[in-house]
């Protein structure tokens, strides 16, 4: 077993029926989650198209590769509104409420990957 799921580099090679990605762009994805058969641990990585997208200029592939599971429970904890999943670490449960323009959101921890995104 390889596992990891986050990645970030230049495409080798693309399938026939492939659009919009193409040899030699750079691209980043969360590969597979949640199941452990990412397999981005490894030096190279076969992917499906749907779990990459371009890179952006402005960011190098280091962090373009830890983004995804960042953005990913940022979101999930900030907009999907249906998470209510019970946390061994706190006998409350979360509360999910909708986040409207004169909403204030307290973002503890924002120093880390997942704050970072949810403050932005």
Known sequence: MIPGTDVSGVVEAVAADVEGISVGDDVFGLLRFPSFDGRAYAGNVAAPASDLARKPAGIDRVHAAGAPMSLLTAWQFLIELGHDHPS??????????????????????AAGGVGHFARS
């Open 88 to 109: 061994p670490f706190q006998a409350a449960r979360h509360r999910p409420m909708a986040l409207g323009t004169d909403t204030t959101v307290l973002v503890n921890g």
